[in-house]
C-alpha cells in the first residue's frame, strides 16, 4: 500500500516539474519573440496582464465550483504581494542596470539565500552532499551563463532587492499553503487580483522609466496581439505550476531543479535562433549542473540528506494537505 501509495507521489511530482518546465521554457520563448520581433518591451505591464488572466481563470473555476472558498489574512496577503511584486521590479531593473554576467550571477544567488531562510525560519539541515550538489550545479549554470561580470553601486542594490525578494516570495508560497492548507489555485485566487492590480498600474510607468517608451503609444497588430494573448495563457499555466511545485517540495528543491530550465532554454535558444555562443565551455558547465541536479536529487532524498530538526511554530503538525501539495507529513522535507 506504502509502495503505491509513494509511486503515485513519485508520478505527481514528476508531473508538477514537467508542467513546470514546459510552460517555463514556453513563455520565455515566446516573450522573447514578443519583445524581440515585435518590440513590446513592457515586461512589467506584460507581467500585470499575466496576473490579470489569471485572475479570471480564477474566478471561472470558483464559479464553476473547482475551486473552495478559503481565507487569508490580509495581512499574510499584503506581506505576499509585496515580496512579489518587489521580485519582479527589482528584476526588471537589475537587468537594466547590471552586466548580464552579474545579472546571471544575482539569479544563481538565490538558491543559498533560499538555503539560509529555510535553516533559519525551518530549521532545515542539508547534509555534505546536498551542500555539495547544490554547489556543483551553481558551478555548471555559472559556467553556461556567465561571460562579461561589471558591478555598480545602484545596480548591486537592485539585485540585493531582487534575490532577496524572490527567495522570501518562493518561501512564502510554501509557508502559506502549509499554514493554511491551502491548494495552489486557492492561493493563486487570493494574490493574483492584488498583483495584477498593483502592476497594472505600476507596470506602465515603470516600463516608460526603463525603457523610454509608452505602453500606449506601442502599434498595435494582430500578430503582437496574438503574441500577447499567447504569453498571458502560458503565463496562467507558468504561476499554477510554480505554486503547485513549491508547494510539493521547497523553495530550495524549486530552484535547484529549475535550472534545468536554463539549460533547456540554452538548448532550445541554440536549435532556433542559431549556434552563436554554443562552444565547449557551455557544453561542459551543461553537463556539470545536469549531474549536480541528479547528485542533489540523490542526496536530498536519503534520510538525513535535508530534513527539518523541528515544525515552525506557525506550522500545525498533521495538518491537510491538498492534491496539488505535498502529502509527506513526516519531518523529512
Given at each position: 500500500?506504502?509502495?503505491?501509495?509513494?509511486?503515485?507521489?513519485?508520478?505527481?511530482?514528476?508531473?508538477?516539474?514537467?508542467?513546470?518546465?514546459?510552460?517555463?521554457?514556453?513563455?520565455?520563448?515566446?516573450?522573447?519573440?514578443?519583445?524581440?520581433?515585435?518590440?513590446?518591451?513592457?515586461?512589467?505591464?506584460?507581467?500585470?496582464?499575466?496576473?490579470?488572466?489569471?485572475?479570471?481563470?480564477?474566478?471561472?473555476?470558483?464559479?464553476?465550483?473547482?475551486?473552495?472558498?478559503?481565507?487569508?489574512?490580509?495581512?499574510?496577503?499584503?506581506?505576499?504581494?509585496?515580496?512579489?511584486?518587489?521580485?519582479?521590479?527589482?528584476?526588471?531593473?537589475?537587468?537594466?542596470?547590471?552586466?548580464?554576467?552579474?545579472?546571471?550571477?544575482?539569479?544563481?544567488?538565490?538558491?543559498?539565500?533560499?538555503?539560509?531562510?529555510?535553516?533559519?525560519?525551518?530549521?532545515?539541515?542539508?547534509?555534505?552532499?546536498?551542500?555539495?550538489?547544490?554547489?556543483?550545479?551553481?558551478?555548471?549554470?555559472?559556467?553556461?551563463t556567465i561571460t562579461d561580470v561589471s558591478v555598480n553601486t545602484k545596480g548591486f542594490l537592485a539585485a540585493l532587492i531582487a534575490v532577496w525578494s524572490t527567495a522570501l516570495q518562493q518561501y512564502y508560497v510554501h509557508y502559506l499553503q502549509r499554514k493554511y492548507s491551502m491548494g495552489s489555485f486557492n492561493l493563486l485566487g487570493h494574490t493574483a487580483p492584488v498583483q495584477a492590480t498593483s502592476l497594472l498600474i505600476v507596470g506602465p510607468f515603470l516600463d516608460y522609466w526603463l525603457t523610454n517608451k509608452r505602453v500606449d503609444a506601442y502599434h498595435y497588430t494582430l500578430t503582437s496581439m496574438a503574441f500577447i494573448l499567447l504569453s498571458c495563457t502560458i503565463a496562467v499555466g507558468t504561476n499554477l505550476s510554480q505554486f503547485i511545485c513549491i508547494g510539493r517540495f521547497t523553495a530550495v528543491s524549486f530552484q535547484v531543479i529549475g535550472h534545468m530550465k536554463t539549460i533547456l532554454v540554452l538548448i532550445l535558444g541554440f536549435l532556433f535562433f542559431g549556434k552563436e555562443g554554443l562552444n565547449l565551455q557551455v557544453v561542459i558547465g551543461m553537463i556539470v549542473a545536469v549531474a549536480g541536479m541528479i547528485w542533489y536529487g540523490n542526496a536530498s532524498s536519503k534520510p538525513g540528506g535535508k530534513e527539518r530538526l523541528s515544525y515552525s511554530p506557525s506550522f500545525k503538525v498533521g495538518e491537510k494537505h491538498s492534491l496539488l501539495e505535498s502529502t509527506d507529513s513526516e519531518e523529512k522535507v
Open positions: 500500500m506504502s509502495a503505491s501509495k509513494g509511486d503515485s507521489k513519485a508520478t505527481l511530482d514528476a508531473t508538477a516539474w514537467m508542467f513546470n518546465v514546459v510552460t517555463s521554457v514556453g513563455i520565455i520563448l515566446v516573450n522573447k519573440g514578443l519583445m524581440a520581433t515585435y518590440g513590446f518591451t513592457f515586461a512589467t505591464t506584460l507581467t500585470g496582464l499575466h496576473f490579470a488572466t489569471t485572475t479570471v481563470l480564477t474566478i471561472i473555476f470558483r464559479w464553476l465550483g473547482f475551486i473552495q472558498s478559503s481565507h487569508l489574512p490580509l495581512s499574510e496577503l499584503l506581506k505576499f504581494v509585496m515580496f512579489a511584486n518587489f521580485s519582479i521590479v527589482g528584476m526588471n531593473v537589475s537587468l537594466m542596470w547590471n552586466s548580464v554576467g552579474f545579472y546571471q550571477i544575482a539569479k544563481l544567488s538565490m538558491i543559498p539565500v533560499s538555503c539560509f531562510l529555510e535553516v533559519v525560519l525551518d530549521k532545515v539541515r542539508y547534509s555534505r552532499d546536498t551542500k555539495l550538489s547544490i554547489g556543483l550545479v551553481l558551478l555548471g549554470v555559472g559556467v553556461c
